[in-house]
């Protein structure tokens, strides 16, 4: 199958999901139970400093994770992924967003919460990065705001 996106999170740092995306089909996990894992990543992620490493493990999964301003960008993988082209792509996802809003923000992604989806959308398709050049990923967009 190959290496594998399982999720994206994007959290602040009261530890809110602002945006979540699964491509993993997970009918084991109850939504409650799918909250909790979610709730226990993020506060891993929030409780590391910032000379942590920014790869963890977590029940099978390798999580990447890379803040910018208020807002934690996470990506949960499986064992098969580059933890630095995962670093990488989300700084690219990044910058692709901060092209679009003008220089991410949490509320930029609380009110065009749709946009925000449709960029990650453009981006990754069911857990493969499929485009990381910016000016592609935002065309559809742009052309809707026409």
């Known amino acids: 199958t190959g290496a594998m996106i399982k999720f994206l999170l994007l959290v ?3 530890g809110q999901t602002r945006l979540a995306r699964y491509y993993e089909d997970r009918t084991d996990l109850t939504a409650e139970e799918r909250t909790s894992q979610e709730a226990d990543i993020v506060r891993k992620c929030l409780m590391r400093g910032e000379q942590q490493c920014s790869f963890l493990e977590y029940k099978g999964s390798k ?9 934690f960008f ?5 064992d098969e992924e580059n933890e630095l082209a995962i670093l990488e792509f989300i700084h690219t996802l990044v910058e692709t967003m901060d092209r679009y809003f003008e220089s991410v923000c949490e509320l930029d992604i609380m009110s065009q919460l749709d946009k ?3 960029i990650v959308d453009e981006m990754i398709v069911n ?3 499929l485009e990381t050049n910016k000016n592609l990923a935002l065309a559809p967009l742009a ?4």
Do not use: E, P
């Open 12 to 14: 602040n740092k009261q």
């Open 63 to 71: 999580i990447v994770y890379r803040r910018y301003a208020s807002l």
């Open 74 to 78: 996470i990506i949960g993988t499986d």
């Open 116 to 118: 925000a989806h449709f």
């Open 127 to 129: 857990g493969c990065i």
């Open 143 to 146: 052309a809707l705001d026409k």
